[in-house]
């Protein structure tokens, strides 16, 4: 079946840092692909998304492009802040059973002033 | 503000309760779908719903039900019979567009079963 595989965390960078977290996925068709952040003890916010191959979603300073010879969707910031510290999700969608999401297992990034 | 609320954000019960979470969207949107969250992992589809008056069973639906009478309204029953009950709970909804469901997440209920 469907899956997303993220890089194992914690990941701690210092303020200004690059920021590069790695997602990959299987899927047998053409799936949507996502980012969410988790912030301490409360719900998902949709961060960004691609929806076709080479596709490139972006939000906050956020970036990640949809590649499918790689079946890759890597997250990455040039300048992280304090702020940005969280769980980070990737996840896909095929669109089948109702829209339902795959989700990586969440990549926690700290980082320190 | 459109958005989803759930209720409460913490929840004790003790082993044997059944214990009802409510999940509450006012973004008119038709599909909304249940998830639980356990510590260091993804999160996993519990039920999901894509129009009043029916649902589906998604990957761990055994110990769980859920009733969908309301458009903006999906309640989740966590039963004595779910073997390991405590976890996060999160509610999300979505609308379709095209082949895309973009699906937009509630603050969770954290439950706690001793």
């Known amino acids: 079946g469907d899956s997303v595989t993220q890089m194992e965390g914690p990941v701690t960078l210092s303020e200004e840092a690059f920021l590069t977290i790695n997602c990959t996925y299987t899927?047998?068709?053409?799936?949507?692909l996502f980012w969410y952040v988790q912030y301490p003890g409360e719900g998902l916010q949709l961060l960004l998304k691609?929806?076709?191959?080479?596709d490139k979603g972006s939000n906050k300073g956020f970036e990640a492009t949809y590649r499918k010879e790689t079946t890759s969707f890597h997250l990455e910031k040039g300048s992280v802040q304090v702020s940005d510290s969280a769980v980070y999700f990737c996840a896909l969608s095929d669109g089948n059973q109702g829209g339902k999401l795959i989700f990586g297992q969440g990549t926690e990034l700290s980082v320190k002033p | 503000d459109g958005g989803i609320t759930q209720s409460p954000k913490y929840l004790f019960r003790k082993e044997g309760q059944n214990v009802t979470l409510s999940c509450e969207q006012n973004l008119n949107h038709d599909a909304m779908y249940w998830y639980r969250q356990d510590p260091g992992q993804g999160l996993r589809l519990i039920y999901y719903?894509?129009?009043?008056?029916?649902?589906q069973k998604g990957d761990i639906a055994e110990g769980y039900s859920v009733s969908r009478e309301k458009k903006e309204s999906f309640p989740l029953t966590v039963t004595s019979a779910q073997k390991n009950p405590t976890a996060f709970y999160l509610c999300?909804?979505?609308?379709?567009?095209?082949?895309?469901?973009?699906?937009?997440f509630g603050p969770g209920t954290r439950l706690t079963v001793t």
């Open positions: 691609a929806t076709k191959a080479d």
């Open positions: 999300a909804s979505s609308n379709r567009q095209g082949a895309v469901y973009e699906q937009y």
């Open positions: 719903s894509q129009i009043v008056n029916d649902f």
């Open positions: 899927a047998t068709g053409y799936p949507s």
